[in-house]
């Protein structure tokens, strides 16, 4: 359903390289540009340089189905390696998605990413048509937005860090990496947590070659399995942790109980932003902040310090809570009221299950000048549990249960409303 995917013929023993790759067949940002000076001409070499990234890989890519394959033109020769890839209809980003089925994540995070992706990936698709319409305009006409999504969306969902290239290769990008197509390499599905691991050879004249051995007449990158594999068993890539919103929005699926999702506080005015993920791992930081506020927020009132600090930590564990509970409010209804394909409901679930949420209304956002980036079903219900838990140590130290609160709150609501009764009653 998903496209191709690599399977064992025998049996394979650990620690096996299972695909390689020489460095001359790797769809890069220096191979796009020499190969789109050829196609269309030394005059938009200027552009070209102005261009990102990924307008310039998508660019390259277009131009296949552009001129097409019958069309002999020598510089696009990723044919073959783009024939294997699954086709638009088979891939199931949000931005393929029906607007039946974008409606069912409205109100999340992820809705908004999907339609500022899709704002930033039709700018750039313009200004890649603008290039290639000064060059031919019947060219133009076939460079569609369709095409250009959908190779956005190969490069979005199966590439790399250009730092695999390198003589240390890491898959953690960097300010000077770019992404970069591997053929290939890129036809291994996702595992997560498997043991894998990458290595560039670089040709050895001193090493005389076996006739099975891989020429290394230039460097090559190979992917190194840890775990044997009985017959007929799918080998897996390990693409690293990431979160549901970032699989759905990259690649177009999901993981059920993700463990890699992560919600990101941030408190308003502050430049730190905290991870917090399942079991409320990571709250601490944030705990900390909330209580910095309101004992900041109490001394420019004109509070006096009277050192009983479990005030400050009740109204913060108030605020946590409210917070939490505004987010879960948001979160979209599950079965969703509008129909969507299986493969999307799938995704759905698991999402909610681990949910993006919006900003906190401004309400929150007045008393604990928090907002809130993304956020997850389960790490929200742990949040609300520590902030519970928070209230309770803190009233315990105070000798007063929650129960005394709610009864102090509401004497004070009675004396406001027989003050209001009494003052219509003199007007």
């Known amino acids: 359903p998903s496209g191709f995917s690599v399977r064992t013929r025998e049996p394979l023993q650990p620690d096996i390289t299972v695909v390689s790759t020489p460095f001359s067949l790797a769809i890069t940002l220096e191979l796009a540009r020499n190969a789109?000076?050829?196609?269309?001409?030394?005059?938009?070499?200027?552009?070209?340089?102005?261009?990102?990234?990924?307008?310039?890989?998508?660019?390259?890519?277009?131009?296949?189905?552009?001129?097409?394959?019958?069309?002999?033109?020598?510089?696009?020769?990723?044919?073959?390696?783009?024939?294997?890839?699954?086709?638009?209809?088979?891939?199931?980003?949000?931005?393929?998605?029906?607007?039946?089925?974008?409606?069912?994540?409205?109100?999340?995070?992820?809705?908004?990413?999907?339609?500022?992706?899709?704002?930033?990936?039709m700018q750039e698709w313009q200004r890649c048509k603008e290039v290639v319409k000064g060059v031919d305009e019947k060219w133009a006409e076939d460079f569609t937005w369709e095409r250009y999504l959908t190779a956005a969306t190969y490069l979005s969902s199966r590439a790399f860090p250009s730092s695999v290239l390198s003589r240390t290769p890491s898959l953690k990008p960097s300010s000077a990496s770019y992404p970069v197509l591997l053929p290939g390499i890129d036809a291994l599905n996702h595992s997560r947590a498997q043991p894998v691991s990458w290595l560039v050879t670089y040709p050895d004249p001193s090493h005389p070659q076996a006739e099975s051995e891989i020429s290394t007449s230039e460097p090559i990158i190979s992917l190194v399995l840890h775990s044997s594999h009985g017959t007929g068993s799918e080998l897996f890539n390990n693409y690293g942790p990431k979160p549901n919103s970032e699989l759905i929005l990259g690649y177009g699926f999901s993981l059920p109980n993700n463990p890699d999702d992560t919600i990101v506080l941030q408190l308003g005015g502050s430049p730190k932003k905290w991870e917090v993920t399942r079991d409320a791992k990571g709250i601490d930081g944030v705990w900390e902040e909330v209580v910095d506020v309101m004992r900041n927020s109490a001394g420019e009132a004109g509070y006096e310090d009277d050192g009983e600090d479990w005030q400050d930590e009740v109204e913060a564990a108030g605020i946590l809570q409210e917070m939490t509970q505004v987010l879960m409010d948001r979160l979209p209804p599950f079965p969703p009221v509008v129909p969507v394909r299986e493969e999307v409901k799938v995704m759905l679930d698991h999402y909610l299950e681990g949910?993006?949420?919006?900003?906190?209304?401004?309400?929150?956002?007045?008393?604990?000048?928090?907002?809130?980036?993304?956020g997850q079903r389960a790490i929200l219900e742990s949040i609300m549990n520590f902030a519970i838990q928070k209230e309770d140590i803190a009233l315990a130290q105070a000798g007063q249960t929650r129960l005394d609160i709610v009864e102090e709150e509401e004497e004070e609501e009675e004396e406001e409303e027989e003050e209001e009764e009494e003052s219509e009653a003199r007007v």
């Not at 005059?43 to 890519?61: H, K, T």
């Not at 277009?62 to 001129?67: N, S």
């Not at 919006?358 to 928090?370: C, M, N, T």
Request: net charge neutral; aromatic share 8%; hydrophobic share 40%.
């Open 36 to 121: 789109l000076r050829e196609v269309l001409g030394e005059d938009v070499n200027a552009r070209l340089l102005s261009m990102s990234e990924r307008e310039v890989i998508c660019l390259y890519v277009c131009m296949h189905w552009v001129l097409g394959e019958t069309s002999g033109t020598p510089s696009l020769r990723h044919f073959p390696y783009l024939n294997t890839l699954p086709s638009p209809t088979k891939l199931r980003t949000p931005l393929h998605f029906t607007d039946d089925e974008l409606q069912a994540f409205k109100g999340t995070n992820l809705f908004g990413a999907t339609l500022d992706r899709r704002r930033q990936w």
């Open 355 to 374: 949910q993006s949420c919006p900003h906190l209304d401004d309400r929150v956002l007045w008393r604990a000048g928090i907002c809130v980036l993304v």
